[in-house]
Nanobody, 128 residues
Framework: QVQLVESGGELVQPGGSLRLSCAISGFDMRYYPVAWFRQAPGKEREGVSCITSSGGSTFYRDSVKGRFTISRDNAKKMVYLQMNSLKPDDTAIYYC?????????????????????WGQGTQVTVSS
């Protein structure tokens, strides 16, 4: 069974940093993109970042560019989201996700409809 488990979310002050982790098991994740999404209270889930299967390409929504960095370690079956210069608007539950086959090699996106397997989420709260 495909499982994604997020960790690393916590309360942090504005301007602080966190690194979220996504552990993937149950399939060979080397061939699939992975994305991070977030959902704030009362808002729709939105794509944050994605990374291609090899890690060769990444994509970020405009509001996090220059602050967040996605990375992956396929040998460890892990994907990370380094978040710096955090703002209160970053407060949300963060989810990692990956698609079912088939997938287009070397591409990724941040639309919810592109993804099939989701983790349970980890809460990030940015507040003084």
């Amino acid at each position: 069974q495909v499982q994604l488990v997020e960790s690393g979310g916590e309360l942090v002050q504005p301007g602080g940093s966190l690194r979220l982790s996504c552990a993937i098991s149950g399939f060979d994740m080397r061939y699939y993109p992975v994305a991070w999404f977030r959902q704030a209270p009362g808002k729709e889930r939105e794509g944050v970042s994605c990374i291609t299967s090899s890690g060769g390409s990444t994509f970020y929504r405009d509001s996090v560019k220059g602050r967040f960095t996605i990375s992956r370690d396929n040998a460890k079956k892990m994907v990370y989201l380094q978040m710096n210069s955090l703002k209160p608007d970053d407060t949300a539950i963060y989810y990692c996700a990956t698609p079912r086959p088939p997938v287009r090699v070397g591409t990724c996106g941040i639309l919810t409809t592109e993804y099939d397997y989701w983790g349970q989420g980890t809460q990030v709260t940015v507040s003084s």
